[in-house]
Every structure is written in structure tokens, then in C-alpha cells.
């Protein structure tokens, strides 16, 4: 991977007027060095700048004998850089470049760390849900990322409460001599760990987990709502109220889902960010919880021969969406942490628009976010 400027640097020369040609934009810039015996070094010097001519400035200026700054002018022999149009594009640019340059360092470098999730194994007889930061192909459903192991453990611990599936860590064997727990006694668990239930009827309650978090809560709404009217229409007002009530917490429940969290095989989504020129945006693809992109689009409207807009995305989003055939199972967890971290900043930059699980995108909408972000900037 290559960026996209690339000019050499002589410690010998005149370093201010190279300085002075660069731009003072944001960038992502490598340093090429040179090793202790002189010979190119095999990892450069990577970082990002608001100001690349300031910076540059700073690394590549003469030294002074009192200074302690890192300065870089007599092991530089090539200096890399590419213009930024935002912090997504700038930590997706880092991330490629130190994944390439530093195998083995890149995720401390960054900082990268797993995102948490929600974990429903189904390889375990009686699977629960549960928070990780593990993301295997086990066959497992997985639904995030939450900002933190805390707003997916108070989530969980409020969903639940719908249903009756069980809380404890054990391996159960069904035993009748066994005592229960709190849950199975406030009848919030069917109890396989005493029989309390067959393995069918605990598997269907499951089942039920799964299309609650599947369908962001809506079908169990939908069911709520039918069992509401027709206790409405038998005169059983107090099955209703009760019922109403119940509706009322799932409600509640769903505030506290992020609307970035899905199943991570329907986690879709485009990104809408500023672009490094005028009048142009940046869109990353989220297909399954996996990043693709940059690609650019110019909104400027003073062309010779303008193609419609819709167009234009729709070529651009195919693009993107068709550039690797070969998705994996799972999304690197990396893709995940990069996109949680932006997602979840409080200085987020951007739009992100969800998509459904036949990813059809509604270009009109998508256009309205592209004149959002170019009217901010």
C-alpha cells in the first residue's frame, strides 16, 4: 500500500522550501528512514497532522543542540503523505499502513481493543446470553458493538427480564435433586437445571431471544400488541393493562440499544463523511460488520456533462459492496473497534445510514446526508 504523494528528502538540501510546497492540510503522513547501518528501514515513521506543513516543519527542520523534540532530518530519505477529509478516514488510513508496516505491533499501536458483544451460544445445550470481547466462528449468534462491557451487561440484564432463559455460567445436567435458583423461583427462568422444562420448549424460548434481538424488539412488540386487543375485545381489561404494561418496558428496554447494535451477519450500513476536496464526500461500506472504502463523490454541480446523482451512488455503493467476493464469515474485530470508536466518539464527523438485511439503499435519503455533511464542513 502506497500513499498517494510521495516525493524524497536530502538532509543536505534546503529543507524550507520542500516545507514550503506542502500544503498546511490534514494528512496521513510515512517517513521513510534509514536504519543504524544506513540501509532503508523496513517499518517508517507513520502519523496523522491537521498541519502537515507544521509537522514536517518539526521533524524535518535542523536541530537545535538544547532541543529535545523528536526530529527525524538525518535518517528521512522519503517523505509519503496523503490528504485527509476526516478522522475516519485518517484511523482507517493508519490502520492499513501500520497492519502492512508492523504485523505484530499494529493493534497496541492504535490502541485496538475487541468491542464488546452480546453472545448467544448455541453450541451449549442450554445456550444463554451473555457480554464478550470474543468473536469466533463457533456458530454463535453475535449482536454489537455497545460502547462498553457495562451498557451491554445493563442492556442484557433488562432484556432478559422479557424472557425465560437462564442467567447462570454452569454446564447444566437436567437433576431433579437440584435446587434452583432465585430466577427459576420468581418463575423469570424455565429451569432446565431440575427439569423444569424439555429441551424443545427451551430451544423455542431461545428462539424467541433470537428473533427479539433479530428484529430490534418488534416481534415481541407485535405479539404484545395482538394479545393486548384481543384481551381489549374479551373484556379481560386487567390481562390488557398488564399486558399494556409489559409493552411499556419493552419500550423502555429499547432505549437503551445503540442504533448502531445488530446481529453482526445484518449489520449494514453506509457512512457518509467529508472529503479531502471541496464540495466532494467520502463513503465507506459496512457490509456485515466489515469496512470497505474510501470512495469519493463530487457534488459539484458546474460539470460539462452532470450524471444524475442516484447514479452515480448506485455505481459507487456496487463498487464497494462488489470489491471482495470473498467476505468472511465473522468481520475482522478490528473493523468493529475502528467502527465503534468513531460511531460512539463524541466528536463523531459524519452520517451513518442503516441499512436492512437486503441492504437496499434509499439513494434519495443518502444524497440529504451528502448535503448535510458538505453543509457542516
Known sequence: MRLQF??????AGDENSLIASVAPRPAVFALLLLDAAGRSAAAPYLGRTVDLRRRLGRLLGKASGTSKLLNLREVTRRIDYQWIGSSLEAQWLLYRLNRLHYPSLYRQRLRLKPPTLLKINLRNRFPRCYPTRRLSNDGSFYYGPFPSRLAAERFAAEFLDLFQIRRCVEDLNPDPTHPGCVYSQMHMCLAPCFGGCTDDDYHEEVA?????????????IRSLRAERAQASEALEFEQA???????EKVHEVLKQKSGLVRNLRDLHAVIVVRGTEAKTAAFFRVRSGELRGPSTLSLDENVPSPIPLDRQLHALLDSLATEDTHAPALPPWEHLSLLARWYYSSFRQGELLMLPANQEIPHARLIRLCRKVLAEA
Do not use: M, N
Open 6 to 11: 510521495s516525493i524524497p528528502f536530502d538532509p
Open 208 to 220: 424467541r431471544v433470537v428473533a427479539f434481538l433479530d428484529a430490534e424488539g418488534q416481534s415481541l
Open 241 to 247: 393493562a398488564k399486558l399494556h404494561r409489559r409493552l
